[in-house]
């Protein structure tokens, strides 16, 4: 499975208050909270940790068909400036972001996957009004099913998924949208 966040820095800067009293607490773990505040860039520090834990919780979402809200059950550990693992009940999920001065977007997946292994993850961002578009070009890039005949479809837990007629052409897809940016992951069906 796969998932994925994007947040526009701009826009948190003026709607959020991450400073405000126990927001830390109710959304970071004690560890996650040590990490921020001593942080270089604070701000930067807890918007990664947040698109980490969405990304991760969407894919978790997804395997188990199951919604709720604990981000503090989620924990971030950083592997690199720009990887991580995120642990939810002793579930790794394994994610990249992209830190740019204009957002932070960050895919994760709950599998490891080897450096030689083929991946069949893709991902995009762009307008947040035309990203199922692109999505679908993307698709049709991948599969040659021209876009008109691609249909995107919600599951119970309204996670996105597309199709052609009754075929699933996505195993699994997460599209999430912020201020100016809106982002796509999908991995393609084995079909």
Known sequence: MVGNDIVDLNLASKESNWQRK???????TTKERREILAA????LKVWLF?????AAYKCYTQKFE???FAPQKFECSLTSEDTGVVIFKELPFYTSSD??????????EDIFIENNS????????????FVAKHLKKRLKEKTGI???EIVKRKTNIGAP???QKEKLLTKSCSISHHGNYGAYVFMLNEY
């Open 22 to 28: 126990g927001f830390l607490d109710k959304q970071f």
């Open 40 to 43: 270089e860039n604070p701000f």
């Open 50 to 54: 947040w698109s980490m834990k969405e």
């Open 66 to 68: 199951k919604r709720f």
């Open 99 to 108: 830190l740019t001065t204009f957002y932070i977007h960050t895919t994760a």
């Open 118 to 129: 083929e991946i069949r993850m893709y991902a995009g961002i762009g307008n947040p009004n």
């Open 146 to 148: 021209l876009t008109q």
């Open 161 to 163: 998924q597309f199709y």
